[in-house]
């Protein structure tokens, strides 16, 4: 019985560590640009954020959007 808990545990863990890690921009959205990773200067246009992918982070939770964040993922690439 103890072998099973612990099989159990170890499985939830796992789950949880997996749902927490999934960043949907940062998995999905493929090479993060250098106009996606640097912040626009003063006078330039914001840069425009992934709708879907943000929408579906905050479905996995806040983690996954601190990442995308983070990396530079949620932002729309440019198109030059």
Same mark, same amino acid.
């Given at each position: 019985?103890?072998?099973? #808990? @612990?099989?159990n545990l170890? =499985?939830?863990?796992?789950i +949880?560590v997996?749902?927490?890690? #999934? @960043?949907?921009?940062?998995i =999905?959205?493929?090479?993060? +640009?250098?106009a996606?990773?640097t912040?626009?200067?003063?006078?330039?246009?914001?840069?425009k954020?992934?709708?879907?992918?943000l929408?579906?982070?905050?479905?996995?939770?806040?983690v996954?959007?601190?990442?995308?964040?983070a990396?530079?993922?949620?932002?729309?690439?440019?198109n030059k």
């Amino acid at each position: 019985m103890k072998n099973l #808990t @612990s099989k159990n545990l170890v =499985l939830v863990l796992l789950i +949880s560590v997996t749902l927490f890690s #999934t @960043s949907c921009a940062t998995i =999905l959205g493929g090479r993060v +640009s250098t106009a996606q990773r640097t912040k626009p200067e003063t006078g330039e246009p914001a840069r425009k954020i992934r709708v879907v992918a943000l929408v579906a982070d905050f479905c996995f939770g806040i983690v996954p959007v601190i990442v995308d964040f983070a990396t530079g993922a949620i932002y729309r690439p440019e198109n030059k």
